[in-house]
């Protein structure tokens, strides 16, 4: 999720910054109203995501080796859902990364992962569900993309389906420390990128029509954003895509803009959040500032969330949760447009380091840790 090396800040660059950037400015406010993990599954290896079909009950969990886990009435199923172990190289920030389910699911059967190959490289999937509802078949992989990847960190990793019904990739800047191949501001290269594919048309997928650069001589056309490091999970609400983006050695970020027109560049690596990190002006489209950002004295690696409309902790109504790698805290904040408010922080003793966050069918935050469970945030009784 992050590589620890020394950086070094250039001169100012927040002049090219869009209008509307919210850094952090006031310390979170420590609830009275208690939040606490309710395990759901435990005995898990190195859970990474959990995500669910539409309607459906179940959850399913990735673990970095390879296999995704069915969690079924309440209870882990021993088979796996899918065994990838073969084709997966794991370890660090390699593996099976996430999963997605394809919108028309129930009538389908399709779903989409990411993993890294044994050649270090990430490779987007899509595969069918068998007979047996618990079980996909493993002979029905398609290769939708495949990206080559200079290094074994920041890999980015997350697939996930927009409202749009376009599936949207989340891809590092390729690793190393600082983009040295200065992936994030290439509009050639897919690396530092958020990509938006139509997985419904073409073979494998087509560029949608309304993609930002379709146009554009020199770009990908698969590209929707770009000037990302590692964006450790993104999520939708209410027409804008919040993204969490693993900073260097100094800055977290959260970003957030509409899905249309897209096009946005939030400025790595000439930006480290609304930081000068690299000299240089921005040739490609202009900066986009984060909505909020914290420093290392809190934390060293965002976790990326979601916004929380369900009801078993209402007291998240309408925050975009997140959380760290080094503290596990949960966090929250209230993002309206180009701006976020409302910092919240909530102990909620975390067993082990949080890796993810996920959304059940039901509306409802699931968190993935370290030591092997699943939990579901709900109010302290």
Known sequence: MRSLGMGCVAPMLCAALAAGAGAAATAPTRESMSLRLETVAEGLDQPLDVAAPAGDPRLFVVEQAGTIRVIRDGKLLPAPFLDLRSRVKSGGERGLLSVA???????????FVNYTDMHGDTRVERYHVSADPDRA????????????????????????FGPDGMLYIGMGDGGSQGDPHG??????????????????????????GDNPFVHRTGFRPEIWALGLRNPWRFCFDQGQMVIADVGQNLWEEIDAAPLRPGGWNFGWNLMEGAHAYHAGTPSVTP????????????????????????????????LYVFSDYCDSRLRAVRITGDHASEPHEWDVHARGAVS????GSDGELYITTFDGRVSRIVTAP
């Open 101 to 111: 389910f394809h919108p028309d699911y129930a009538r389908n059967g399709f779903f």
């Open 137 to 160: 078949d493993p002979a029905s992989a398609k290769l939708v993309i495949t990206i080559a990847q200079p290094h074994a960190n920041h890999n980015g990793g997350l697939v996930m």
């Open 356 to 359: 993810s966050f996920g959304l």
């Open 183 to 208: 992936n994030g501001q290439n509009p050639a290269a897919l690396l530092g990128k958020i990509l938006r594919l139509d997985v419904d048309h073409g073979d494998p997928y087509a560029v949608p």
């Open 287 to 318: 900066l986009r500032g984060p909505v909020w950002e914290y420093g290392h004295e809190r934390g060293c690696s965002i976790i990326g969330g979601f916004v929380y409309h369900g009801h078993r902790a209402p007291a998240l109504e309408g």
